[in-house]
């Protein structure tokens, strides 16, 4: 009985896994994009951009999204296939004040 329990939670993780990564979306064309448009495009989502432009507090002016999804985690996941390419991830819709960062 314990082995069945056990199994049943494999499969439950592992279902788990596979819907979170099924979140990670591909943009269908390659274009360089300003910030703002990239927030309008892709909102409310954690973004994997390749910048081209940065102003001098290092904050992406415009670049190129490679990946997006609403977990932050699919991004970092989404990482190494940058190519690469420098890059930013950014989350694209309003932080929650009670989120805290550290730097």
């Known amino acids: 009985m314990a082995n ?15 819907e979170a990564s099924s979140q990670l979306k591909i943009p269908e064309k ?15 989502q954690w973004v994997l951009i390749a910048y081209t432009e940065r102003d001098e ?3 992406v002016i415009r ?4 990946a997006y999804s609403p977990d932050c985690d699919d991004i970092e996941d989404y990482l190494p296939n940058r190519n690469g390419k420098a890059v ?16």
Do not use: C, H, W
């Open 4 to 18: 069945i329990q056990t199994e049943a939670i494999a499969v439950l993780t592992e279902l788990d896994q596979s």
């Open 57 to 59: 507090y290092l904050n």
């Open 88 to 103: 930013a991830i950014k989350y694209t819709g309003p932080i929650p004040e009670e989120i805290g960062f550290f730097m």
């Open 30 to 44: 390659s274009e360089i994009l300003t910030l703002a448009e990239i927030k309008e495009r892709y909102p409310q």
């Open 63 to 66: 670049g190129e999204v490679l």
